[in-house]
């Protein structure tokens, strides 16, 4: 018999399609030389509801263990995403925040990338971060932070002190939070009876089109369709309004929630409803079939770097990501496969990657000199990062790409 569990949206029977095995905690850098017996692993798995159709995560991680004053992501790492949320920012201040004394509030406002922009703009903002160390960047950039995970108490205190808010904005932070019905309901408190909650996040769509496996990890607990969403916000007193489709991480997509009946839902909520009922995304045997294929890439990579091994070729990891550690962990990729993985960001920089133990060193290790080929983990970044580094291409050096299937460019 398959696995289930109750559905962290619905309470529905959510039925098992793929399990990963055990996995470390993806953003978990590990100290040299610290005792392995250390290291935290858990279970991780993935399936779907059989009532509201939420894809999710069968088990989860507690929060503190993976949100906390070392939490290493920074957000700014990426100049493609400070000019995401810069625009972002931008066409807010022209339309939703375009009324008088406007206030807004950002759920896992990580450095301060997105709020900084408002802040800027003398907009009345809070962000909202429960990891202590990005929290503090953006307080240094002039962002008001509060210190805190946000669910229906926050809310409630934030409404108290501030009062509700015209705009109520998450990205990449909703997907990360199983404990739905505080959150809706803290928003449904908090948000302004004609204010929106817009957020962004990795779209189950794109995740199955293109078998973008490595977006499952710990962190992502939930893979959001525009029909998921829109039956988790009607049981919340709350309304899909609008979709937008985006390029970033891989594919995402940004729902836009009001108050249930005060705002008309744009025709591409129905478009989009359309597009994944066709393309049946949450049918379990779509899923399955999703399994097989990544089960494919597994075997393609690791018969790669082998045969790249033996062949006496180097071959190093290129963006320390956290979803690096599903395809690591999965693949049972070590340093015979691997040597190292470069990355841009200061706390993962001397450490080991969660798990698999691949040393993560700085930018400049990987033209000292360029290995054969590159594993480009941080593929949602594959423009920006194949372009700032030409010079590899141009040395002879060709990228190993593994989605949507395993090639080398
Ligand atoms: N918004 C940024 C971006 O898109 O780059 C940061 C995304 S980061 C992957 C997820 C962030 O959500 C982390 O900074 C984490 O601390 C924060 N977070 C996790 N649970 C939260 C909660 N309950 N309330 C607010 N933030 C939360
Ligand atoms: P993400 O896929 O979760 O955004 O993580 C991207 C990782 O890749 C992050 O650790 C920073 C790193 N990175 C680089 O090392 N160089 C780069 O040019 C970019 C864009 C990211
Ligand atoms: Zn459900």
């Given at each position: 018999m398959s696995n289930t569990t109750n559905c962290r949206v619905c309470n529905g029977t959510v039925g098992e399609f793929f399990d990963f095995g055990r996995q470390p905690l993806s953003d978990a850098f590990v100290e040299p030389g610290a005792d392995p017996a250390q290291e935290f692993f858990y279970r991780?798995?993935?399936?779907?509801?059989?009532?509201?159709?939420?894809?999710?995560?069968?088990?989860?991680?507690?929060?503190d263990r993976m949100f906390h004053e070392a939490y290493p992501y920074h957000s700014s790492g990426s100049a493609v995403m400070r000019a995401h949320f810069e625009e972002l920012a931008k066409r807010l201040l022209t339309t939703e925040l375009a009324r008088e004394d406007p206030f807004v509030v950002e759920l896992g406002c990580n450095d301060g990338v997105m709020l900084k922009a408002l802040a800027d703009a003398g907009v009345r903002h809070l962000g909202?971060?429960?990891?202590?160390?990005?929290?503090?960047?953006?307080?240094?950039?002039?962002?008001?932070v509060r210190k805190s995970f946000f669910e229906e108490q926050t809310a409630r205190e934030i409404l108290a002190e501030d009062g509700p808010a015209d705009v109520i904005y998450a990205a990449n932070t909703l997907c990360h939070i199983p404990y739905m019905g505080s959150i809706l309901a803290g928003v449904k408190a908090l948000l302004h009876p004609g204010g929106v909650f817009v957020f962004e996040d990795p779209y189950l769509g794109d995740i199955i089109a293109r078998t973008s496996f490595d977006q499952i990890y710990d962190e992502h607990f939930f893979f959001f369709s525009a029909s998921s969403v829109r039956a988790m916000a009607a049981a919340h007193g709350l309304e899909l309004v609008d979709v937008e489709r985006l390029p970033v991480h891989g594919g995402e997509v940004r729902y836009t929630l009001a108050h249930a009946g005060a705002r008309t839902p744009s025709d591409a909520v129905a478009a989009l409803v359309a597009e994944e009922r066709a393309a049946a995304i949450d049918d379990?045997?779509?899923?399955?079939?999703?399994?097989?294929?990544?089960?494919?890439?597994?075997?393609?990579?690791?018969?790669?770097?082998?045969?790249?091994?033996?062949?006496?070729?180097?071959?190093?990891?290129?963006?320390?990501?956290?979803?690096?550690?599903?395809?690591?962990?999965?693949?049972?990729?070590?340093?015979?496969?691997?040597?190292y993985v470069c990355d841009s960001t200061p706390a993962k920089i001397g450490r080991l990657t969660p798990g698999a133990h691949l040393p993560v060193r700085e930018p400049a290790a990987f033209a000292a000199p360029y290995p054969d080929y590159a594993l480009l983990f941080a593929w949602n970044h594959a423009d920006e990062i194949m372009a700032k580094e030409q010079a590899f291409r141009d040395a002879g050096g060709r990228w190993i790409r593994y989605v949507p299937d395993v090639h080398v460019v």
């Open positions: 991780l798995a993935v399936g779907v509801c059989g009532s509201c159709a939420m894809v999710q995560l069968m088990e989860e991680v507690p929060r909202v971060e429960p990891s202590g160390g990005v929290a503090d960047v953006a307080a240094l950039k002039g962002v008001r379990p045997a779509t899923l399955r079939a999703f399994g097989e294929r990544v089960l494919r890439i597994r075997t393609d990579l690791v018969a790669l770097l082998r045969r790249l091994r033996e062949e006496g070729s180097v071959v190093v990891g290129y963006g320390a990501t956290a979803k690096s550690a599903t395809v690591t962990n999965f693949c049972g990729i070590d340093t015979d496969l691997v040597a």
